[in-house]
């Protein structure tokens, strides 16, 4: 696709996911019951090597060096769970922005095992809450309204078995997000879809298992936008709206170095505007580079 020179620009959404915050607090034998235990070992052989503090400092310093508009992440901010790690998931979020500026929905690791899967409703509270938010507590879908972005946040995490990463919408929620997007179809507004899961995956243990179900929803309503995380890995697909093709974004670990095919962290920035009757959308990469310098990847123009 051609890369515009020039672009004036409404409003930029920077997107950033999967920071998996090292590192683990201390923790009790008690505290590897199920799946949490093989969690653990996992993070001791592999993770806490991929996960880097300082990564995902630098990654974070330059992108609010961009002073976007509102910044989007898309779960994953702890690694099992535990009650320990939601306090601090709490305060880095504080360090990123404002609740006003900084969306976040939840990943699978963030609803790791039934008996804490609600944390991070509590801990993240006004980071997550839509516009019409009630003491009733978190309910998802919620939609927040920055200028000519919609935000439109969904949750695909739910707790699983050991060895299992998927996530599930459920019903209630695909029927709740349609009446939304019909309501949104009539305004002027760029709607962007937050969600952890991709949209399609060959991986059946990392899959969103009712993906058929929200992408018959989007054909039938449309966004302009879908971001992602939970792979790990730069990706784009396009998926069918309404009115033709629907631009689904994933990104890296925002804490990882480089490993295997896995890229070193790296975020999305949006840059958006009005032109006429239709959106331009204008994507650029920025990643992490040696010694823990970010630079930019590419630019590509979306719409």
């Keep these: ?18 920071p998996h915050l090292p590192p683990l607090p ?23 090597k991929v996960h880097k503090r300082d990564v995902l400092d630098a990654l974070v310093s330059d992108l609010q060096a961009h002073r976007p508009d509102h910044i989007a992440i898309t779960g994953d901010l702890v690694n099992l769970a535990l009650g320990a790690e939601f306090a601090p998931s709490r305060a880095w979020l504080e360090s990123v922005g404002a609740p006003d500026r900084v969306t976040v929905i939840p990943g699978n690791h963030d609803a790791y095992v039934r008996a804490t899967r609600h944390c991070f409703a509590g801990a993240w509270g006004n980071y997550l809450d839509g516009d019409d938010a009630t003491d009733a507590g978190v309910t998802f879908p919620s939609l927040r309204r920055r200028g000519p972005l919609a ?14 990463a998927t996530g599930r919408l459920g019903h209630a929620q695909l029927d709740a997000l349609g009446r ?16 952890h899961h991709p949209l399609r995956s060959d991986s059946r243990i990392k899959r ?22 939970h792979d790990h890995v730069h990706s784009t697909i396009w998926i069918d709206g309404p009115e ?30 009005r032109d006429g009757t ?6 650029t990469v920025r990643g992490m580079g040696d010694t823990l310098r970010v630079q930019p990847l590419r ?3 979306l719409i």
């Design 1 to 18: 696709m051609p890369i515009h020179c020039r672009i004036l620009q409404d409003i930029t959404l920077a997107h950033l996911s999967d």
């Design 26 to 48: 201390s923790l009790r034998l008690r505290d590897l019951a199920g799946k949490r235990a093989l969690g653990y070992l996992n993070w001791t052989r592999n993770r806490q």
């Design 151 to 164: 935000l439109i946040s969904v949750s695909s995490a739910v707790p699983t078995p050991p060895l299992m």
């Design 180 to 195: 939304m997007l019909a309501g949104l179809s009539t305004e002027q507004a760029f709607r962007v879809l937050l969600i």
């Design 208 to 229: 969103l298992t009712d993906s058929s179900d929200l992408l018959a929803v989007l054909k039938q309503h449309g966004v302009e936008l879908v971001l992602h995380g």
């Design 244 to 273: 033709g093709s629907i631009p689904a974004i994933g990104v890296p670990s925002a804490s990882a170095v480089a490993h295997g095919r896995y890229p070193a962290a790296a975020y999305n920035l949006f840059a958006i505007e």
């Design 278 to 283: 239709a959106w331009r959308c204008e994507q």
């Design 299 to 301: 630019q590509t123009q």
